[in-house]
């Protein structure tokens, strides 16, 4: 079992930036690969980053690359993503989740953990 913390959300404007952050408790943080996603009302879930256990690996979605950066330290059970040059249409709340598992996942389906999210608004 891994209980998922998220937080770090706020509101900016456009060109801004934030830090979100996640921090893990339960089982070996570094046994996961970590992922961030967002929903806004009436849409899917989608996939923005993700990072591999070791952190040597990271993979983005088209909307977000260039502008975010994910990472993690496994020393503190923490998973992190820096945006930067926010858009308004970047508002959503946002999700930190834990893939059990070698891959770079972009599906919701993968994921066995999930934060409760932090909202993210950016006014243009």
């Known amino acids: 079992q891994v209980r998922l913390v998220d937080s770090g959300g706020g509101s900016v404007q456009a060109g801004g930036s934030l830090r979100l952050s996640c921090v893990a408790s339960?089982?070996?943080?570094?046994?996961?690969?970590m992922g961030w996603f967002r929903q806004t009302p009436g849409k899917e879930r989608e996939f923005a980053a993700v990072?591999?256990?070791?952190?040597?690996?990271?993979y983005y979605a088209e909307s977000v690359k260039g502008r975010f950066t994910i990472s993690r330290d496994n020393a503190k059970n923490a998973l992190y993503l820096r945006m930067d040059n926010l858009k308004a249409e970047d508002t959503a709340v946002y999700y930190c989740a834990a893939d059990y598992g070698l891959g770079l996942g972009v599906n919701t389906w993968e994921y066995e953990y999930w934060g409760k999210g932090t909202q993210v608004t950016v006014a243009s």
């Open positions: 339960g089982r070996a943080f570094s046994s996961y690969a």
């Open positions: 990072i591999n256990w070791s952190g040597n690996k990271t």
